[in-house]
């Protein structure tokens, strides 16, 4: 997301407001991967209301920017779902009222009954969850949404890290998360910030006390980036 030239503003915000909020954290964080990570994107610590809300609005903002083209919003439980709902507030404002759905993890056997909850799952379907990091919520995302009888169309994500998967094996893939969606699943992928994003920052000088980080991650993504 991010120019060599010029900094992309809305995801040097972003990376601003994640770190004031806690969500950004640096340090020594071991990913499930097993991989020792020198920082930590922690998408459930947006947990009041002004900070969900802000969190969408970033979101509702470079998706109007993206020009991706969708009907409606599903958010794959869990993360997901409060974030389609805060997101379509966000698009309502600024005047695209989109419907939204989300799914349950287990099959409600009375009321409406089924997995889905929400508006009818019709169009060009857009994804949002926070991070992609198997790809497995998109792949069930896509099989309930194509099920449904719509046509899924993208995924909105809040950070791309930007780094080899991890294979089945423990083995680095030549691929991240992200461009097996792209690739192997052909969904455009839109996200608020990336990790050269997340570099920018720390290398802007607007936060002195985190520039120490800067030769770690800088190595971790040589190392694990795509």
Known sequence: MTSMNAPDTLAQEFVQFSVEAGVLRFGEFRTKAGRLSPYFFNAGLF??????GRLASFYARRLLASGLEFDMLFGPAYKGITL???ISI???REGRNLPFAYNRKEAKDHGEGGTLVGAPVAGRVLIVDDVISAGTSVRESIAM???AGATPCGVAIALDRQEKATEADGRDAELSAVQAV???LGLEVVAIATLADLLAYLRSGADPALEQHTPAVQAYRDRYGV
């Open 47 to 52: 947990n009041d209301g002004a900070r969900l």
């Open 84 to 86: 389609a709902a805060a």
């Open 90 to 92: 966000e698009l309502a």
């Open 145 to 147: 949404i194509r099920a």
């Open 182 to 184: 792209r690739s192997q």
